[in-house]
C-alpha cells in the first residue's frame, strides 16, 4: 500500500537556522497538507495545499513558514529563522481528489536548542 | 470557533475490558467526524469516519463510533480491547471551508495491560 514518508524522522537544530522538512505524499494525490504537535498538546493544521498553491493556512503559519511542492513528488516546508517553540512533531498528509481520508507521514520530530 | 475535545488523556485498560473513548465537537454546520490511532513509532491512521447516513460507523481492527448529534459526540468504542491496541487515538472534524483541513481533539494514550 503506498505511504507517504517524511524525511528526516528527526532535525536538531540550533535557534534562528533554517530548517526544510520533506515529505514525499502518495503518488495521485492532489490536496497536501502539513500539521504539528507540539508535546503535550493538539495536533495543530498548518497549511494546506492545491494545484501548486496555498489553499488555506493558519495563524500559525506566518512569514517563517513557507511550503513548496518543487518537482512535482517532493513537498517541503521551510522555516526560515527557528525559533524554540517551533519545537515539534511534524506531520504531512495528501489526500486524493476523489477521496475524503488524508494518508499521513511518520512525522519529523524537529528540536530547537 | 470549530473545536473537538477529547475527555480522557490518559487510559489504562486490562486485556478484554470495553473501551470507550470520549469526542465533543463544536461546529456549526454540517460535520464531517473521523477517528485516527497513531501506534507506536507509526504515523496516523484512520480507524473510521462518519460523513452522514447509519450514525453507528464500524471501522477498522473492530472498533466502532456513534455519531449523536444532540450531544454533538462522536465517541469511539470497542467491546474488547487487546494489548495491541495500546496506542494514540485522535478525533477530528473537518473544518470549514472546503480544503479538507483536519481540526484534532488533544488525543487520548491508551494502555492495555496484558
Known amino acids: 500500500e503506498p505511504e507517504v514518508t517524511q524525511t528526516p524522522s528527526h532535525q536538531v537544530t540550533q535557534m534562528g537556522q533554517e530548517v526544510i522538512l520533506r515529505c514525499v505524499p502518495i503518488s495521485n494525490h492532489l490536496y497536501f497538507y502539513w500539521y504539528r504537535q507540539i508535546l503535550g498538546q493538539k495536533v495543530e493544521f498548518l497549511v494546506s495545499?492545491?494545484?501548486?498553491?496555498?489553499?488555506?493556512k493558519s495563524e500559525i503559519f506566518d512569514d517563517q513558514f513557507s511550503v513548496e511542492r518543487p518537482d512535482g513528488s517532493n513537498f517541503t516546508l521551510k522555516i526560515r529563522s527557528t525559533k524554540l517553540e517551533d519545537s515539534a512533531m511534524y506531520f504531512c498528509?495528501?489526500?486524493?481528489?476523489?477521496?475524503?481520508?488524508?494518508?499521513f507521514g511518520p512525522g519529523t520530530r524537529l528540536t530547537v536548542l | 470557533a470549530q473545536s473537538v475535545s477529547q475527555h480522557n488523556h490518559h487510559v489504562i485498560l486490562s486485556e478484554a475490558a470495553s473501551l470507550e473513548l470520549g469526542c465533543n465537537y463544536s461546529?456549526?454546520?454540517?460535520?464531517?467526524l473521523f477517528w485516527y490511532v497513531q501506534y507506536p513509532g507509526q504515523h496516523l491512521q484512520l480507524l473510521l469516519k462518519?460523513?452522514?447516513?447509519?450514525?453507528l460507523v464500524k471501522g477498522i481492527k473492530g472498533f466502532e463510533a456513534e455519531f449523536i448529534k444532540s450531544k454533538f459526540s462522536f465517541n469511539l468504542r470497542k467491546p474488547s480491547v487487546q494489548w495491541s491496541d495500546t496506542a494514540e487515538y485522535f478525533c477530528a472534524a473537518h473544518g470549514s471551508g472546503n480544503t479538507g483541513k483536519l481540526i484534532f481533539g488533544q488525543g487520548t494514550t491508551l494502555q492495555v495491560k496484558p
Open positions: 461546529y456549526g454546520g454540517t460535520v464531517n
Open positions: 462518519y460523513f452522514s447516513g447509519d450514525p
Open positions: 495545499f492545491y494545484n501548486n498553491e496555498i489553499s488555506e
Open positions: 498528509a495528501s489526500l486524493a481528489g476523489d477521496s475524503d481520508t488524508q494518508y
